[in-house]
T-cell receptor
Framework: TQLLEQSPQFLSIQEGENLTVYCNSSSVFSSLQWYRQEPGEGPVLLVTVVTGGEVKKLKRLTFQFGDARKDSSLHITAAQPGDTGLYLCAGSYQGAQKLVFGQGTRLTINP | NAGVMQNPRHLVRRRGQEARLRCSPMKGHSHVYWYRQLPEEGLKFMVYLQKENIIDESGMPKERFSAEFPKEGPSILRIQQVVRGDSAAYFC?????????????FGPGTRLTVT
């Protein structure tokens, strides 16, 4: 069974601080996605990474894929209350189309 | 609306009734996936379909659950004789083609409550 471990599960910080969320597995991914989910809504795709060592930036969000393609991180700079939400990582494995999700990081940014 | 559409958004069923959840994929997408999110748990894969074909149903419970994606019309997830443990949010996702199947776009979900 392929598992994705996200940490931390909960994070509450003040506006303006920086934070990093981690996603780890013992298996190699062929691709990894980060999603954000608001209460009562479906996950919204933020980014896809497919190459080991790949770094992608989306405004204040920086996504990194580990060299061995077993882990990923999401770094937010100068967090804002609008960043509050549930962040999910999801991986796909070679030869499979289904996504395996981590349990999520519930992020709260306090004004 | 070019996004993935699901209906109904909320569905209440009594134990023993049938639940039918519908999903229309994003325009141009021919691959559909169903996931279930139980309260306080992550999303779990259920089934992957292409038009008229079930490709991977490794996450589907063996009994009472079925899915289809007909040549015309939406994909349907059917749950027969619902039980309280079926209460969950059911999400549909779609992708463009097999080569980019990992880029899945999700609908808003159907929240099923079994009373």
């Amino acid at each position: 069974t392929q598992l994705l471990e996200q940490s931390p599960q909960f994070l509450s910080i003040q506006e303006g601080e920086n934070l990093t969320v981690y996603c780890n597995s013992s298996s190699v991914f062929s691709s990894l996605q980060w999603y954000r989910q608001e209460p009562g809504e479906g996950p919204v795709l933020l980014v896809t990474v497919v190459t080991g060592g790949e770094v992608k930036k989306l405004k204040r969000l920086t996504f990194q894929f580990g060299d061995a393609r077993k882990d990923s991180s999401l770094h937010i700079t100068a967090a804002q209350p609008g960043d509050t939400g549930l962040y999910l990582c999801a991986g796909s494995y070679q030869g499979a189309q289904k996504l395996v999700f981590g349990q999520g990081t519930r992020l709260t940014i306090n004004p | 609306n070019a996004g993935v559409m699901q209906n109904p958004r909320h569905l209440v069923r009594r134990r023993g009734q049938e639940a039918r959840l519908r999903c229309s994929p994003m325009k141009g997408h021919s691959h559909v996936y169903w996931y279930r999110q139980l309260p306080e748990e992550g999303l779990k894969f259920m089934v992957y379909l292409q038009k008229e074909n079930i490709i991977d149903e490794s996450g589907m419970p063996k009994e009472r659950f079925s899915a289809e994606f007909p040549k015309e019309g939406p994909s349907i997830l059917r749950i027969q004789q619902v039980v309280r443990g079926d209460s969950a949010a059911y999400f549909c996702a779609s992708s463009l083609d097999r080569g980019r199947a990992y880029e899945q776009y999700f609908g808003p979900g159907t929240r099923l409550t079994v009373t």
